[in-house]
């Protein structure tokens, strides 16, 4: 039997028999957007280019301020703005940022994007720029990406004539314009350190805007605590090819799909532009859904969250189902010589008898198991601060510690292990580790779709890493023969999610292309 046939029939046998005879050569694609549903999985359902965007901090001097896409790699992806990453593909990037003469704060690819850039927003917003760069005082305040959402919103409120108009995008909401969605004022208002922080605002912009008055109507505390209303609860992450954090954006339609837990689409971006796709068949828009936070958490983190975040409480089908919190909680059996596992709800610690001998926990493993979970949870919190300061052999080692900790008492299929595992892996990855980071994509690939949805670029992204990371670490012809398998997979599931006519999908064919010839 040929390779291309071994690997077909081993991906014939994967969780979905309508996929398994994909054309494994992954043509590229264009793609169309429907108008209306119902839709099937993979239809991309909605794109559009953002009303407001700003870039992130991390990445002003290394990407282009406007199109996000300046610095290209060989497979057309933009590069990735940790430091790290962007050191071992630097020697494929097309070299040249401008920077602006006038504010010396904003960086473009070009004079194209310089001078879009200069019509949209970037003609008024200089000026601010270029002022408050004058002390390091009011310079601060510009790394603050909300602060420039709300700038760029006043901008265009006073300059743009088609301020109140729906954003550039299909299928257009006509009722979805910037005065018409939701700021949430009622509540906001009611929170003192929101408003400490609007009072700031209010008094950084009349510090800059001295002696102007055409802003002085919307940089009063009452009207500028809508706007950033309206700016925080609607604003979207801009992610990059590699997954990483470009920027954040306004989407007025894309911001009117409500959340679910439990989520039927997803977004990806070409540059700045967002595409939703459908994850599952959906029979019309209103139906659809996507998440707003980390699958990982258990459900009432994750209904805190979403109500200090986004005022409202979550009933969707994952937060209804009571049996999920146990099942993302499962912890090994307490029995030595049993290899099952319980599910065991992770506040009361009720529990299921075993799945294989049927004996359920006595008090003393459940206040072990506690424990565990408790420090669990905290010593990822510190790995959380010390992932902010990009001290990657910091968080591997803590990450290590607590994963052994974790693995004697939580199952695989744990999502505090599963998240634990998924760091260790990343950051031996980044250190180039690639044994180490191997080995856990390995096991991540097992039971990740055990707990999570499998469409989704998380799980693409450890897919296409148990193959590039395989094949760096192993060496024989089978064994990178089976590896491929696990790339198939991952090219199923960015066709999926962001379409064969996506920046996304070009950087996995890429590296793809290049495993199968090896």
Same mark, same amino acid.
């Given at each position: ?251 007025? &339609? ?134 902010? &300061? ?129």
């Amino acid at each position: 039997m040929s390779a291309r046939k071994a690997v077909l029939r081993t991906v014939s046998a994967g969780p979905d028999k309508e996929d398994s005879a994909v054309d494994l050569t992954f043509p590229v694609q264009s793609v169309e957007t429907k108008m209306h549903g119902p839709y099937k999985r993979g239809d991309r359902l909605l794109y559009e280019k953002p009303w407001i965007f700003v870039v992130s901090e991390k990445c002003r001097e290394r990407i282009c301020n406007h199109c996000f896409e300046s610095l290209h790699s060989s497979t057309g992806a933009s590069l990735p703005c940790q430091p790290e990453i962007l050191v071992r593909v630097s020697r494929t990037m097309k070299p040249g940022l401008r920077r602006c003469t006038g504010c010396a704060f904003s960086w473009y690819c070009g004079k194209d994007c310089q001078k879009t850039s200069w019509k949209f927003v970037h003609k008024h917003e200089c000026q601010f720029f270029k002022k408050a760069l004058e002390t390091e005082e009011t310079a601060i305040p510009l790394t603050v990406e909300t602060v420039r959402l709300c700038l760029q919103a006043m901008i265009r409120m006073k300059n743009d004539p088609d301020w109140d108009r729906p954003a550039d995008g299909f299928p257009e909401l006509s009722h979805r314009t910037f005065p018409n969605i939701m700021s949430h004022w009622k509540e906001i208002r009611e929170d003192q350190k929101e408003l400490d922080f609007i009072d700031l605002m209010s008094s950084y912009f009349q510090k800059i805007w001295k002696g102007q008055d055409l802003y002085s109507d919307l940089i009063e505390p009452s009207v500028l605590g809508v706007i950033y209303g309206k700016v925080r609860i609607n604003n979207m992450t801009i992610f990059g090819t590699y997954g990483d954090k470009l920027g954040v954006g306004l989407y007025l &339609s894309a911001s009117a799909i409500d959340h679910a837990c439990l989520p039927n689409a997803c977004p990806s971006f070409s540059g700045i532009r967002i595409n939703i796709h459908a994850t599952e068949d959906v029979d019309c828009f209103d139906n659809v859904r996507l998440s707003y936070l980390d699958q990982t958490y258990f459900s009432r983190p994750r209904r805190e969250m979403l109500r200090q975040r986004y005022y409202f409480d979550c009933f969707c089908r994952g937060c209804a189902d009571d049996r999920l919190d146990r099942k993302m909680n499962a912890v090994r059996c307490t029995k030595p010589s049993c290899k099952g596992h319980v599910l065991m709800d992770p506040y009361t610690f009720d529990s299921d008898p075993c799945s294989v001998c049927q004996e359920m926990p006595d008090d003393i493993s459940k206040e072990s198991i506690k424990r565990a979970l408790q420090n669990g949870i905290e010593a990822q919190a510190l790995v959380a601060e010390a992932k902010k &300061s990009d001290e990657h052999r910091k968080v591997l080692h803590e990450s290590e510690e607590l994963y052994l900790i974790l693995r004697k008492v939580m199952h695989p299929t744990n999502t505090l292990l599963i998240s634990t595992s998924l760091q260790v892996a990343t950051s031996a990855d980044i250190l180039g580790q690639y044994d180490k980071a191997f080995f856990h994509f390995m096991q991540l690939a097992i039971v990740y779709p055990q707990v999570f949805s499998r469409w989704c670029f998380q799980y693409s992204e450890i897919l296409m890493k148990c193959t590039t990371r395989g094949l760096l670490v192993q060496q024989s012809p089978l064994q990178h023969r089976n590896l491929l398998v696990h790339f198939i997979e991952a090219m199923k599931i960015v066709s999926t999610c962001a379409g064969r006519d996506s920046p996304t999908f070009a950087y996995y064919k890429k590296f793809y292309d290049d495993c199968r010839q090896t």
